[in-house]
Structure formats: C-alpha cells, structure tokens
C-alpha cells in the first residue's frame, strides 16, 4: 500500500519524507521533478511483547509506503497546476492509495514562504482545488466521449455507457459544486464502474500540518482549529514539526529522551503519523507467533479468517480447514498458546470469522 506525500513548495513536504523515512533527500529545491520512495515499518508494541514470550529468530513489521512528489508548478495563468506535472508523476499520484497533505503552519525568515504570508487554510484549499479541477477535467473529457459513442456498440455496451454516463454526471455535479469525490455514497457496481478513472479527491486523506517548535505545547488546538473546518468523509488531521522530529531521530534514544522531556513531548509525533497512515488505509494488523518470527500481517478491516490466510499464502487460503484465534491481550495474559487453550481464550474459527486488530492466528489448513 502506497502514500503519496504531496503539498505546495515550501510545505518541508521533503523534509517530512525523511523524517518518515529517516532519508537525506535535499530539500529546500522547491518542486525539483525527482521522485524519492521510500518504506517504513509500522510501530506496534504487541510485536516486541510476544517476542519475550516466544523468542522468534525474527519479528516483522508491517511497513507503509510513502513517495514524495514534485510539488505542482506554478502555470503560465498563475495556478499551480497539477496538469503541468510530468505525466508519469501525476500517473504515479493517481496511483496512490491514499494521500498525505503537508500543509505549513511554521514561521521561519530563513525559509521564506513563496506567497510571502503563512496561511494553512489558503495552502490546504489550494492545493485541494488543484485536485478537484484535475478530477473535473477528467470527467469532462469522458463525458464526452460517452455521449458521442452512446448510440453505437451493440445494446449490452449501450447500457453499459448509459449506466456510467449516469455516476459521471452526478460526480461531475459534486466536483462542479466543489466536494470531493471521497465524500460521495457509491454502490459496489458504481464503485467498480469508476476505478479505472483513480481520481485524486477520491482517495483518502492525512492532512499533516507542520508546525515551528513554539506550536508544539499547542499543537492539539492548532489541529482542532482545522480539522474543525476541514469536515470531510476519509480524512484526518494531525500535526508535528518536521524539523524537530528530524533532529530527534539523529539522536540515540536518551538524548532523544532528554530532547523530547525539555519539549513537553509525551511521544513522538512520528510514530503516531505513521499508525496514522496505515489507519487511513483502512488497515488492521493480524499477528503471527512462533519460534521462528512474530509478525504483523495487514489486512483491511472486515477481512474474513480466509482473506487473513491468503495474505500469508495462497496454498494457506485454497486449503483452509479452521482457524485457531486467540486475542493478543488474552496470550499475553497466559503466555503460550497452549494456556490460551486450557482457560478457553483460544478459538476455533471458521471461513466466516471477521478477523480483529490483534487477534493472533494461526491457520490450520489440507496441503
């Protein structure tokens, strides 16, 4: 699963990249046309709490990946533009599973904001327009297209154009309107009938604002104040200073303490955007545990015990006979698998079981 990292030039969009990745791509070139890509693990907890107690030779993560994109170009009318970004990265953007908007909100004289003023809201809006006319034009185009052929073709495709030319228009009435398509109720065919068309305001959002080190003891107040006005479906709001979570990641870990402790940070921002992430990409984590690796396996929420068995291997999901659950709280209690067993906590589950976020499994299936 892929996160593009987008924003205007200036957002520290970069600097947010590789302080996820912990890179050390330049940055400072506001929209240079290089794409960088890059995997991070997924922090989880639970991981390294079954590992004390069955000793893997390895443990697993599961990882996100982000790739930070140009930043659109000014155009010849003064817009940004995402029609002017080479086609193979706005091929790559409309290829994304979700979005990850960095937004500024910092001060700094150094780094002068190419608008001469700091306006979260205007930058958050601006590029979201740049979107939603990208999306619109896309439209446009295959209505168009759509009406011209609509008489033509035998009377299956006929209907078949009928039916599209239907969600289009009233897509195209959303966009017109300015609402982002993720917003839009769609049945499962109407769903499928619009895939192939990957539309950028119809992907799932993080708007990560990046805040200077003096917002940090507000920065749940600077969140609100947006996320308050920005009430879309599939988005979410947070904040961190890319800059100050790049400088604690060059530390080791009790200088970072130190660092964090005379910041007021309970946490790192970090790893809370990341967890951020894998949620907007309506992922949960099922565990494996065993004497050779605990591992997180993602899957998407509402994901059947066979689906979990088919994300470890397909032999695991075409043979499947049951699968043995047990909550990770539960053998975390009782220590193996066996105890689990004895006190009741571990169930036998069948191709129906709706898997949960935590639920250790382990699939019994025919060869």
């Known amino acids: ?152 073709g035998t009377p299956a495709e006929r209907d078949a154009n009928d039916r599209e030319l239907a969600i289009l228009s009233r897509l195209h009435g959303a966009l017109v309107e300015g609402r982002p398509l993720r917003g839009e109720t769609m049945d499962p065919e109407e769903e499928k009938s619009i895939r192939g068309f990957r539309f ?7 708007v990560l604002l990046n805040i200077g080190e003096a917002d940090l003891p507000n920065h749940a107040e600077v969140v609100v104040g947006i996320a308050g006005r920005y009430q879309h479906p599939r988005t979410l709001v947070d904040a961190l200073s890319a800059k100050i979570e790049m400088e604690l990641g060059e530390l080791d870990p009790e200088e970072a303490a130190v660092f964090m402790d005379e910041l007021g940070l309970k946490e790192s921002s970090l790893d809370r955007v990341i967890k951020l992430s894998y949620r907007l990409l309506g992922l949960i984590s099922f565990l494996t545990a065993g004497p050779d690796e605990v591992r997180a396996w993602p899957i998407p929420d509402g994901s059947s015990s066979v689906d979990a068995a088919g994300a470890i291997h397909t032999d695991l999901a075409r043979g499947f006979i049951r699968a043995e659950v047990v909550p990770y709280e539960d053998l975390l209690a009782l220590k193996s698998m066996a105890e689990s067993r004895k006190h009741g906590k571990l169930r036998s589950e069948g191709k129906t079981y709706t898997v949960k976020d935590g639920d250790v499994v382990e699939i019994l299936f025919s060869r």
Do not use: C
């Open 1 to 152: 699963m892929q996160i593009a990292i987008v924003g205007l030039a200036g957002s520290g969009k970069t600097t947010v990249f590789n302080t996820l990745t912990r890179g050390h791509v330049q940055t400072g070139g506001y929209g240079g046309m290089e794409l960088h890509v890059g995997t991070v693990k997924v922090p989880d907890e639970r991981l390294d709490r079954l590992a004390e107690i069955f000793k893997p030779k390895k443990i697993v993560h599961a990882d996100v990946t982000y790739f930070d994109l140009a930043a659109p170009p000014a155009s010849s009318e003064g817009r940004i533009g995402t029609e002017e970004l080479p086609a193979d990265q706005l091929a790559r953007l409309r290829e994304a599973d979700a979005l990850l908007h960095v937004v500024r909100a910092f001060e700094d004289p150094s780094v002068p904001h190419p608008d001469g003023t700091v306006d979260a809201w205007r930058d958050l809006e601006r590029l979201d327009f740049e979107f939603l006319m990208s999306d619109l034009s896309l439209v446009e185009k295959r209505i168009e297209r759509l009406k011209a052929s609509g008489h033509h």
């Open 200 to 206: 950028l305001t119809q992907k799932p959002v993080l």
